[in-house]
């Protein structure tokens, strides 16, 4: 039984088929990752699932309930959460209460509560900064937590949006490049958090341009080019797929090419 | 008829004065993602500054060539000392900066000159023309061409050179223009200068209509802004359509509706646009990118 | 113990209402601070609208009209005691801005500006045109509240002018204690987390339209109530209250003085209120002086007067 099924999804950008007729599936504790070359349509397909773009053609069902087309906020109440490639930190924010933040739908309560600090409230607020520091202790910015989000480093807040993202205690975590602007020991950390947060039955969609990472930690894997969908199976199969090397062999040399020139 | 044809003949009168502040609006917007609220302060100044260099004897005609020269300068003078040190600031920041230098030329046009009201005469005398039983007076012709003939060379200016083309790359993308070579603060001083120098006229021609005096911006800041919006903020057609519609809207209810209502049906218009349209007639539709 | 900032706010704030009149003991003095506390008040809910929300009104002064005007007609035609017209002033301007702010919310930038700058003109129009309800543009006379018969029956003798001081300034320390509670609570949160990234926001669940809503109504109702008690104090109100003009000076407060902290704008309340006080001496120049100030302080202290100087002072002793 699959946790998230994705059907003949597509959206058009100015009559340019951004991304046409991808559809893959997700069981509970699987990560499964989507590559390919730049501008492939992986992040599209992100916005899409997340209910931050609009689909033009296709599904998406989510515990099979049909959830396409609605909004982020309705999706994150259904166990759905993410991660952005270009980062959407709340700058003026505390680390901390970034990760706060992230609990917005264990913590919301009543507006005059929250105006008059009713005992209510604060025990609302008091159980999301408990849960909160516990989280930023997992991603390693525990000693960050008072620091204003603005001041970390790029990996560090790509790991506080994890942070954020598993505030939400989701079914479904979408991951776009959790690992980009990280060193090699940030890399296996998020590597390691990865892997963990799969085991404790989350299901994983990931979009990361480190092969090594995806290779070692994807149980499937979806591959992208130019907005369709070329492969897919398990890494091992993916690896000596003709059309992935091709697609990514092609990628090379345009890059090679354009860099020569 | 003649008195549908009369409150419309008057609306297109008020409009074209409208869709002049509204242009002055949109040459700024596209260049700096700024909207002027000293705008209406051009349309002051230049019917001001022809008042009194006329009063000083020099002929009509001179007296109009400095008023737009001289707003065309003290737009120049807003962006370099106003408008370019706040590049960035957020919206509400540059509104109040626009807003503080509107108050700021209330305040000096009030020193330099003096708070009465003033009038120089029409260009063609004050003979209303017979239109279809409805009465025009010339001036409002000489508005309405004015209005239609900035548009047409705005158009020419846009679209057949290349400096007008250098601020419409400007206003797509600001960094990609200044990576093609483009002189994107250049654009911005030239464009100030435009839209104050566009202000000024319509304040040189709608004078002997409605008077002025230092404190007339403000009101038709806000008209022009709303029209602007209307038409869909960056569009210089819109600003026109916009301009149009709204001057008629106000006529058609002071006209049929009640006058001391006549604002507050173009704002209901505004409203209601927005709503079903929330970029304006003609503004673009715009994805959030992330 | 380290106080947290909410209390030293409050402390500040509380300190500087008492110990002022040690310094400045005229009864003109008490009656520009009562001006500063009333706008105060409603500039700690563009606060929240603004600082917190981020999102723009340049229409708010409408619901300080909708809060005055309660006062001065409710008690005559209703017959309601001039307290509770200013509970049914401030319901009355929430319903409103739920209503309205539901389809302008969804704009954005300009756009909202200029939908709201709609709205308060309009409220304004009417308050000027419907002159056989409201006086038109002379206004209207205010009953007066009362509650200083009251207090002078219980022992408590104070001027008119003194009353006000005291009062306003209470309903201004009450209204800032709120905004500061609603900062650090899960609405708080929300709204600065829509104000920060509205996609990221809604990634995490906020409904973005309804924190949007929430904010713009707790606002509409601090204008309401300020309107209400400038009404009450001056026992006379004029549409001007709820004028574009005062829209303007409402939001200029509050960005001025730092729309992201509950004192800097009280801080930007007070100057911008004094201001015209202390340039009456140069009357002629008054507008120029108004016009620079506001363009100075918005190009060289974008965050604002008092969030400009900490960081400095901040930064100089790191």
């Known amino acids: ?261 | 008829m003649p008195e549908l044809l009369q409150f419309l003949l008057s609306g297109i009168t008020v409009g074209a004065v409208y869709a002049l502040v509204a242009l002055g609006f949109t040459i700024i917007y596209n260049a700096s993602d700024v909207v002027n609220f000293a705008q209406g302060e051009f349309v002051m100044l230049g019917g001001m500054i022809t008042f009194f260099a006329h009063a000083a004897g020099l002929p009509l005609p001179l007296a109009a060539l400095i008023a737009i020269i001289a707003t065309a300068g003290i737009g120049v003078a807003l962006n370099k000392l106003a408008i370019e040190p706040a590049r960035g600031a957020p919206v509400v920041s540059l509104i109040i900066i626009t807003i503080g230098a509107s108050i700021f030329i209330r305040g000096a046009t009030q020193l330099v000159f003096d708070k009465q009201i003033h009038r120089f005469p029409a260009f063609s005398g004050d003979q209303p023309i017979l239109i279809g039983g409805a009465t025009i007076l010339p001036q409002s012709l000489w508005v309405i061409a004015g209005a239609l003939a900035v548009f047409f060379c705005l158009w020419l200016f846009f679209t057949r050179t290349l400096i007008g083309r250098a601020v419409l790359a400007t206003a797509n993308n600001r960094i990609a223009a200044q990576l093609v070579g483009i002189n994107t603060n250049y654009v911005m001083t030239l464009s100030f200068a435009m839209s104050a120098a566009i202000g000024a006229l319509a304040g040189v021609l709608v004078t002997p209509i409605t008077l002025t005096s230092y404190d007339v911006g403000l009101a038709l800041a806000l008209k022009g802004f709303a029209a602007a919006m209307l038409g869909g903020m960056g569009n210089p057609k819109g600003a026109l359509v916009g301009g149009l519609l709204l001057g008629i809207l106000e006529a058609m209810t002071a006209g049929y509706i009640s006058s001391q209502y006549k604002d507050a049906a173009a704002f209901v218009v505004i409203l209601a646009v927005l709503f079903a349209m929330p970029q304006g007639l003609f503004g673009r539709k715009s994805t959030d990118r992330v | 113990m380290r106080l947290s900032s909410k209390t030293t706010t409050l402390l500040i704030l509380a300190a500087v209402i008492a110990i002022a009149p040690v310094f400045f003991p005229s009864s003109y003095y008490f009656r520009v601070g009562s001006l500063i506390f009333v706008n105060g008040l409603a500039v700690t809910g563009l606060v929240i609208l603004i600082g917190y929300a981020g999102q723009i009104s340049l229409g708010h002064a409408g619901f300080a009209g909708i809060g005055a005007y309660a006062c001065a007609l409710a008690p005559v035609h209703l017959g309601l005691h001039p307290a509770l017209a200013a509970v049914l002033g401030a319901a009355l301007s929430a319903a409103i801005a739920f209503l309205v702010g539901r389809p302008i919310l969804r704009l954005k930038g300009y756009y909202l500006a200029v939908a709201s700058l709609g709205f308060g003109i309009l409220v304004s129009m009417v308050l000027s045109n419907e002159a056989q309800l409201t006086g038109g543009p002379d206004g209207m006379a205010v009953p007066e509240l009362g509650l200083r018969a009251v207090l002078k029956a219980i022992g408590i003798d104070l001027s008119n002018t003194e009353f006000w001081y005291a009062f306003s300034g209470l309903v201004l320390v009450i209204g800032a204690w709120l905004a500061l509670n609603l900062y650090h609570s899960p609405t708080g949160r929300a709204l600065r987390a829509l104000h920060g990234s509205e996609v990221a926001a809604r990634t995490v669940g906020v409904d973005v339209a309804h924190y949007k809503l929430v904010a713009f109504v707790l606002s509409a109702v601090y204008a309401s109530v300020s309107g209400s008690l400038l009404a009450l104090q001056n026992k006379f109100i004029t549409p001007d209250v709820a004028g574009f003009m005062h829209s303007i000076e409402m939001v200029t407060m509050a960005v001025l003085g730092g729309a992201g902290s509950v004192l800097g704008a009280i801080l930007g309340a007070a100057i911008l209120t004094t201001l015209p006080q202390v340039l009456t001496v140069f009357q002629e120049y008054e507008q120029l002086m108004l016009g620079l100030v506001m363009m100075l302080v918005m190009i060289f202290m974008r965050e604002g007067l008092l969030p400009s100087i900490t960081r400095r002072i901040r930064g100089r002793a790191e």
């Open chain 1, 1 to 261: 039984m699959s946790l998230l099924q994705i059907e003949g999804l597509g959206i058009d950008f100015g009559g340019v088929r951004a991304v046409n007729d991808v559809g893959f599936a997700l069981k509970p504790g699987e990560i499964v990752s989507v590559i390919g070359p730049n501008g492939a349509g992986k992040t599209t397909l992100f916005n899409m699932i997340s209910g931050v773009y609009a689909p033009a053609r296709g599904r998406v069902a989510l515990d099979g309930e049909d959830v396409t087309r609605m909004p982020p906020h309705h999706l994150a109440r259904r166990g759905l959460s993410r991660t952005f490639q270009n980062l959407q930190i709340f700058q003026s924010m505390s680390v901390l209460e970034n990760a706060v933040a992230g609990h917005h739908l264990h913590e919301r309560g009543s507006v005059f509560a929250d105006l008059f600090s009713l005992p209510a409230a604060r025990r609302r607020s008091r159980a999301s900064e408990e849960s909160a520091r516990a989280l930023l202790d997992r991603v390693g910015l525990g000693r960050a937590a008072e620091q204003e989000a603005g001041s970390l480093s790029y990996g560090a807040l790509k790991r506080l949006e994890i942070a954020r993202a598993l505030a939400l205690k989701p079914r479904v975590l979408l991951l776009d490049e959790p690992a980009a602007g990280c060193n090699a020991v940030e890399t296996e950390e998020i590597d390691h958090l990865i892997a963990k947060v799969a085991a404790e039955g989350v299901s994983i969609l990931l979009v990361e341009h480190d092969m090594k990472m995806v290779m070692r930690i994807s149980n499937h894997i979806v591959v992208l080019d130019h907005g369709e969908k070329i492969a897919e199976g398990e890494p091992a199969a993916i690896a000596r797929d003709p059309r992935v090397i091709e697609a990514y062999l092609g990628a090379q040399a345009t890059e090679a090419q354009n860099a020569d020139g």
